[in-house]
């Protein structure tokens, strides 16, 4: 299965300010998924991004929040911008197995706003 | 929509069997996972089952699945206390428009006593 390294694991940033997550795959991939994991709660996808289109929002995401970029086949950033306390969560990012099944997630990255 | 529902919290002696069960809601789930998360990583995919199979082993892991109650349970026989962790449920079902989701339970803390 495909591996992802994800970083930074963890960070803590000031209200208001902005956080760029990055993931690199270790083999070319149509599509790569972000999603965030709440305190205590499940993983909630926020974006698929495609390479060579925009990335796709889930109801409740939007791109001013979470900007994407996806510039090649084994790359993608997520941003959150203008970070407020309510968006300290881990932040994770996924790629399908193609043909074994499943999903290879990132290592995450514990994101607290202070 | 769609919904996984998990109990959140199971604890047992090292050496037992742990049982972790999960209820799903959507019918037209293909693919069914486990998944591990061990405290401060990302999610390891543990094992999947096809919705057309009743049961998968693999090594010291057992999934069964009750396509007819929606019920799927993950057992680990001889239970270690490295099998300490939170263990999602994941639903792959349409969800319309050619599309496919990933849904997750919001996880089983599973606390092995030694």
């Known amino acids: 299965s495909a591996v992802i390294s994800q970083k930074p694991s963890r960070d803590i940033c000031q209200r208001g300010t902005s956080l760029t997550i990055q993931c690199q795959v270790d083999s070319q991939v149509t599509m790569m998924f972000w999603y965030r994991q709440q305190p205590g709660q499940s993983l909630t996808l926020i974006a698929t991004a495609n390479q060579g289109s925009e990335a796709t929002y889930e109801s409740g995401f939007v791109i001013d929040k979470f900007p994407i970029s996806r510039p090649n086949l084994t790359f993608s950033t997520l941003t959150v911008s203008n970070m407020s306390p309510e968006d300290s969560s881990i932040y994770l990012c996924?790629?399908?197995?193609?043909?074994?099944?499943?999903?290879?997630f990132g290592s995450g990255t514990r994101l607290t706003v202070v | 929509g769609e919904d996984v529902e998990q109990s959140l919290f199971l604890s047992v002696r090292e050496g037992d069997s742990s049982v972790i069960n999960c209820t799903y809601t959507d019918s037209s789930s293909t693919y069914l996972y486990w998944y591990k998360q061990e405290p401060g990583a990302g999610l390891q995919l543990l094992t999947y089952i096809f919705s057309n199979m009743d049961m998968k082993q693999d090594q010291r892991l057992t999934v069964l699945l009750n396509k007819k109650d929606k019920h799927l349970s993950l057992r680990i026989a001889d239970t270690q206390t490295g099998d300490s962790a939170i263990y999602f449920c994941a639903e792959f079902a349409y969800s319309g428009a050619g599309s496919y989701q990933l849904t997750f339970g919001k996880g089983t803390k599973l606390s092995v006593i030694p």
């Open positions: 996924s790629v399908e197995n193609r043909g074994l099944g499943g999903y290879t």
